[in-house]
């Protein structure tokens, strides 16, 4: 009788174990989930267009544009990296995004801060982005 209640016992703590890891497993996973279709909804996407530069979100969350950038793989080596300031910061209140006309107008520099050329056509822009809910001082409604 007594090995019978341990065994009891000792499957009731295993099920009550069991159930504690899924729940652990089934949490983190719709968190990392939520984080994979945050990250997929708010990426801004940098797309050449002629001279010019179309950048949007699928996201209609509001994001500012101050530098556009060549840079990590996408540059391919050392050299061909550069980054070029916008004159004045552009900002998207929605999913439609913005358009820069003209990058060749743009003053861009190489790693070193030297004037560099515009980027090849092929080559992957970025651009670096501020967004409002990631600033550390916001006004309130």
Same mark, same amino acid.
């Given at each position: 009788?007594?090995?019978?209640?341990?065994?009891?016992?000792?499957?009731?703590?295993?099920?009550i174990?069991?159930?504690?890891?899924?729940?652990?497993?089934?949490?983190?996973?719709?968190t990392?989930?939520?984080? %994979?279709?945050? $990250?997929?909804?708010?990426?801004?996407?940098?797309?050449?267009?002629?001279?010019?530069?179309?950048?949007?979100?699928?996201?209609?969350?509001?994001?500012?544009?101050?530098?556009?950038?060549?840079?990590?793989?996408?540059?391919g080596?050392? $050299?061909?990296?550069?980054?070029a300031a916008?004159?004045?910061?552009?900002?998207?209140i929605?999913?439609?995004?913005? %358009?820069?006309?003209?990058?060749?107008?743009?003053?861009?520099?190489?790693?070193?801060? $030297?004037p560099?050329?515009?980027?090849?056509?092929?080559?992957?822009?970025?651009?670096?982005?501020?967004?409002?809910?990631?600033?550390?001082?916001?006004?309130?409604?």
């Amino acid at each position: 009788m007594d090995i019978e209640r341990e065994l009891r016992k000792l499957r009731r703590i295993a099920t009550i174990q069991g159930v504690g890891i899924l729940l652990f497993v089934v949490w983190h996973g719709l968190t990392w989930l939520e984080a %994979q279709i945050d $990250e997929n909804m708010t990426r801004i996407t940098v797309a050449r267009d002629g001279n010019g530069v179309a950048l949007w979100t699928l996201s209609d969350r509001p994001f500012i544009i101050t530098h556009l950038a060549v840079s990590g793989m996408d540059a391919g080596s050392e $050299e061909a990296k550069r980054i070029a300031a916008l004159p004045i910061p552009m900002a998207s209140i929605d999913s439609s995004g913005l %358009q820069i006309e003209d990058i060749t107008n743009l003053d861009w520099r190489n790693i070193r801060g $030297e004037p560099a050329s515009v980027p090849d056509r092929p080559t992957r822009l970025g651009a670096l982005v501020l967004r409002p809910e990631w600033a550390v001082f916001r006004s309130e409604p």
